[in-house]
DNA sequence: CCAACAATATATATTTCAATATATTATCTC
DNA sequence: GAGATAATATATTGAAATATATATTGTTGG
């Protein structure tokens, strides 16, 4: 029979679990920088390769991950596809890294 | 000749690489479960064990990866080697995460 | 149909994971 | 001080995931 303890534990393990995945999602420079640029603004494949000077389809396949991850979501007009951030977690998460790292 | 952008660029290129390597550090479910222990108290691989039901080997892994990225240090106790976290970082991103994660 | 924009496919190299086995270090006992 | 034992670390292996570069395909608008 589980007892408190294992019910915390298995509440930790199911919280790590969800953590350690957004976690690898931004573990990528070129995704941590192309979701930086999407957090201040919505921008189309074309935009985000420009400023980051990131390939065409390198830059897709990673958007493409985080199409799967569910962080971005898209919107066609005429031929670009434009990408915003999805989720209020990478928001907060950006923000934390930003001081850590970009701050003074 | 770089220009002022791409200065900015290669800055938040700089800052993205070490901000990712340590997502890559934190994006593993046992390795965050146990930096959460850590960030606690300091305690021993046994107590860890025990705490986390992880297998000493997989245990011992995920602490080398800790030590080599510099996220923890240890000390020697007779038998024992005890660990604790050794990166404001760190503390600070859990910090974080147990926001968005574990609090109601 | 052609050009522009974006996504997918393919191939290869690298890294990571998970399980098992073995080694190291320190303590304890005789 | 020579084993025996406890605590921790390292090595090994095979499978799975990820990264990176190039090539190809799909979609839209002119």
């Given at each position: 029979?589980?007892?408190?303890?294992d019910?915390?534990?298995?509440k930790?393990?199911d919280a790590?679990?969800?953590?350690?995945?957004?976690?690898r999602s931004?573990?990528?420079?070129?995704r941590?920088?192309?979701?930086?640029q999407?957090?201040?603004?919505?921008?189309c494949?074309?935009?985000?390769?420009?400023?980051?000077?990131?390939h065409q389809?390198s830059?897709?396949?990673q958007?493409g991950?985080?199409?799967?991850?569910?962080?971005v979501?898209?919107?066609?007009?005429g031929?670009?596809?434009?990408?915003?951030?999805?989720?209020?977690?990478v928001?907060t998460?950006l923000?934390?890294?930003?001081?850590?790292?970009?701050?003074e």
């Amino acid at each position: 029979m589980p007892d408190t303890s294992d019910l915390q534990l298995d509440k930790m393990r199911d919280a790590a679990s969800q953590a350690s995945a957004l976690l690898r999602s931004l573990g990528n420079q070129d995704r941590l920088l192309l979701l930086c640029q999407l957090s201040q603004e919505e921008l189309c494949v074309g935009d985000i390769e420009e400023r980051l000077g990131i390939h065409q389809p390198s830059l897709s396949q990673q958007l493409g991950v985080l199409r799967r991850d569910r962080l971005v979501t898209t919107r066609r007009e005429g031929k670009r596809v434009y990408y915003q951030v999805a989720d209020a977690k990478v928001l907060t998460l950006l923000q934390t890294l930003y001081q850590l790292y970009c701050a003074e």
